[in-house]
């Protein structure tokens, strides 16, 4: 029996987090057991309820909210190297699920820890504040050779974590955002009942937009897609 553990840095109610969860729900029990490991857990994760009834254990390694970023960081590096290294982890795999280099340091710890099996995985290709950019420079330059494979959503995002070399030779493998497409197959019925909820009628051409207000999300866009539809 395999354990994974997969960490992200902040667990709330993103994209990288209905990665992990789709993932988990769909893992072979009798092949594998996980959890999930985060700096920071959010209070209103949408994804609590789905967690607890899969059985799987979402750990909080800094429970302080008071603490300004910095600090956070330097005791997660702290107690996630206390987890790791214990006698129950010696042989769990890790896939870190990361946005930029400033997270590389938590592979280098469980290289050190001894893990044999330290998956990265980018899921992001740019970071919109400054200092980001630069602790992503220099976490990627020190830290970005401590994974034994690499994965990435998509070419731009291997590009932006992944080391040069790495990624020039291609050794990585792209793995797409994919979503359990059951869930929202065309349903007549659910259609209605929703429109009529919402007071919308089933003749209007309704528009919606799943994302954060951030430009990385390429709102503008959106915004220039809506004002072209409203000329017609």
């Known amino acids: 029996m395999t354990h994974v553990v997969f960490f992200v840095p902040s667990f709330a109610s993103g994209g990288a987090e209905a990665f992990i969860v789709n993932t ?8 594998f057991t996980s959890e999930i490991v985060a700096i920071k857990v959010a209070e209103d994760t949408v994804y609590a309820v789905r ?3 899969a059985g799987i254990r979402l750990r909080e390694l800094v429970q302080d909210g008071n603490l300004n970023p910095i600090t956070k960081y330097v005791k997660g590096y702290i107690e996630f190297w206390n987890l790791i290294s214990s006698d129950e982890y ?13 997270d ?7 290289k050190r820890a001894g893990a044999k099996t330290r998956i990265v995985h980018s899921h992001n290709s740019s970071a919109n504040r ?41 050794a990585y493998s792209i793995i797409k955002n994919g979503i359990p497409t059951e869930l929202f197959r065309y349903d007549e019925k659910r259609r209605m009942a929703v429109r009529d909820e919402l007071g919308i009628d ?22 220039d897609s809506f004002a072209r539809m409203a000329v017609y």
Request: proline letters at 4%; one cysteine or more.
């Open 130 to 170: 400054w200092y980001k950019r630069v602790g992503h420079r220099v976490g990627k330059a020190l830290f970005g050779a401590s994974a034994t494979q690499w994965l990435a959503c998509s070419r731009e995002a291997a590009k932006w974590l992944l080391p040069p070399r790495v990624y020039e030779r291609g």
């Open 202 to 223: 089933p003749s209007t051409v309704l528009l919606l937009n799943v994302g954060r207000l951030e430009a990385q999300k390429n709102q503008q866009l959106l915004l």
């Open 24 to 31: 988990i729900e769909r893992l072979d029990r009798d092949r």
């Open 90 to 102: 010696g042989d769990a795999t890790y896939h870190f699920n990361l946005a930029q280099g400033e």
């Open 51 to 53: 967690l607890k009834e």
């Open 104 to 110: 590389l340091p938590f592979v280098w710890l469980s």
